[in-house]
């Protein structure tokens, strides 16, 4: 599993504060190499999704810098906490939408979509609208429209949150590998201690308010490799590693 | 609640209440020149059809261009408020002061002022209807779900892309709900026009049948003129109500 060396991204102080005075994040030094699968782990209100959005480039940072080694700020996927599907747009037609906002002709985008939709098992609901679909269908076809167009970075909020634990098992697997198939890089938003060691390659630990990098952990390739890796003692040493981590950073 | 009793019930109501009316009349020997009947009245629309159903005609065309123009208007200008602030701050009150003032007042002074009387009733009718569709559209316009806006921002979409494919999109159920009352609207506003107008003599829709009925004391035409707008307004509501229903089905939020 060797990584294309060169940063892809690299943060070099980047702070954001609200108009009202409120400090998100503070002073986050990242690098962020291609191929990587980076979880950005911390409690609620910690900054995270805001740290997301500025790597987006939906908001600026108040200091600091997003340095991108080549010009890949444009090919970024975005998954949101929730689903987000247009529910006037078949299932079809919303994982087509990046590629018609991008002047790909109609035909050719709804054949491009129809295989990403095979491709998160969704073959067959092409023509179903968003209310009809159960609400880990409806994270799927989010999923595949942030990745219809092939992009560079998938950027991830929480997608699974409000997921049921089964489903959110499922979706976890299926997510690891479209990642080891295509080789994105991947920053993950999340809350769950096992949810980012199941996936993560680099996890970093945020403080809450503001959101600071407070430890990085890594998960080698090779631990993943394990059978049965969920339940194995390799994950569980993980987890206890990046919880006593957790605990230090609230605590700090 | 099963359809068959939200139509029975209401049914019921009003046929008992139709009975009780002619019960009365007839019990208590009501002249009709107070109070025709429902027999009566029905009778009556029968024999004045040839009175009546040109005037319908009439008061119609008058209803649906009113509303027709309402809808055009009023979604062009929502879409023009959403584009700029500057333009929604500086026409918006106007567009309330057209809204407040009562229609009855001002309707005088566009008789006089328009050429054609039918311009002039048409005018009346889409000042009392376009308000709904407009503060309903624009309202659509700005309430697109924040996290679709933010895709569109990342997928750098067109100004023209974002209007077509997200905003449009999502005011059209308020469009709709604006569309539905202003359905009813349009049909007051022609009928108050009208009424301003016929006082000249000068019209020849239903609210003129009704007040020339008036002035004659017959009663029960003056009803059976009434039943028809009342039908009319609510075959406009209803036909309204479906095409909001065709359209919004597949996507309606549960």
């Known amino acids: ?252 | 609640m099963s359809l068959a009793l939200r139509v029975l019930a209401p049914l019921v109501v009003g046929l008992l209440v139709l009975g009780g009316w002619e019960w009365g009349v007839r019990h208590y020997a009501v002249p009709p020149y107070i109070l025709p009947g429902p027999m009566l009245i029905v009778r009556t629309l029968g024999q004045d059809w040839g009175t009546l159903a040109p005037s319908l005609l009439v008061t119609m065309r008058i209803t649906f261009l009113a509303l027709l123009v309402a809808a055009t208007l009023g979604l062009l200008l929502a879409i023009l408020f959403a584009q700029s602030r500057v333009i929604e701050m500086s026409l918006f009150p106007y567009a309330v002061v057209l809204q407040v003032t009562p229609i009855v007042a001002i309707a005088p002074l566009i008789i006089v002022w328009a050429d054609d009387l039918t311009l002039a009733l048409l005018i009346c009718a889409w000042i009392v209807a376009f308000f709904p569709i407009l503060s309903n559209t624009a309202q659509g316009l700005n309430s697109v779900d924040p996290n679709l806006r933010d895709l569109f921002r990342l997928y750098r979409a067109s100004r023209w892309q974002v209007l077509w494919r997200l905003q449009l999109p999502s005011a059209l159920p308020y469009f709709l709900a604006g569309l539905r009352i202003s359905g009813g609207l349009s049909l007051i506003g022609a009928i108050v026009a009208e009424f301003v107008a016929g006082t000249g003599g000068a019209s020849s829709g239903l609210a003129s049948r009704i007040l020339e009925a008036g002035y004659q004391l017959q009663i029960p035409r003056m009803f059976a003129a009434l039943v028809l707008v009342s039908g009319f307004g609510i075959l406009i509501f209803g036909a309204l109500t479906l095409l909001s229903h065709l359209l919004l089905r597949r996507w309606h939020q549960p």
Not at chain 1, 65 to 76: H, Q, T, V
Not at chain 1, 93 to 114: D, F, Q, S
Not at chain 1, 194 to 223: C, K, N, Q, W
Request: glycine content about 8%.
């Open chain 1, 1 to 252: 599993m060797g990584r294309p060396s060169g940063d892809l991204l690299a943060l070099r102080g980047v702070s954001k504060r609200f108009p009202k005075g409120v400090a998100a994040v503070e002073d986050v030094s990242l690098d962020v190499a291609e191929g990587d699968f980076l979880a950005l782990l911390g409690p609620s209100g910690c900054g995270k999704s805001t740290l997301l959005r500025m790597v987006a480039g939906l908001t600026g940072p108040s200091a600091g810098r997003l340095d991108w080694g080549r010009d890949a700020s444009r090919e970024i996927g975005f998954v949101f906490q929730e689903p987000t599907l247009m529910p006037w747009a078949t299932a079809l037609r919303n994982v087509a939408l990046p590629l018609e906002l991008a002047g790909v002709p109609h035909a050719e985008a709804g054949r491009r979509a129809r295989e990403w939709l095979a491709r998160v098992e969704l073959s067959g609901f092409e023509e179903a609208y968003p209310r009809a679909l159960s609400g880990g269908m409806r994270m799927r076809v989010s999923i595949a429209r942030a990745l219809v167009t092939r992009p560079r970075l998938l950027l991830m909020d929480e997608p699974f949150a409000a997921l049921d634990e089964i489903t959110r098992f499922r979706l976890n697997a299926d997510l690891l590998k479209l990642w080891q198939e295509e080789r994105f890089t991947a920053i993950f938003v999340t809350h769950s201690v096992f949810e980012s060691v199941y996936l993560a390659e680099r996890i970093l630990v945020m403080t809450p308010r503001p959101g600071r990098i407070a430890a990085e952990l890594r998960v080698p390739p090779e631990d993943r490799a394990t059978p049965d890796f969920r339940t194995s003692a390799v994950y569980a040493a993980h987890c206890r590693a990046v919880s006593q981590a957790l605990g230090g950073a609230m605590a700090a």
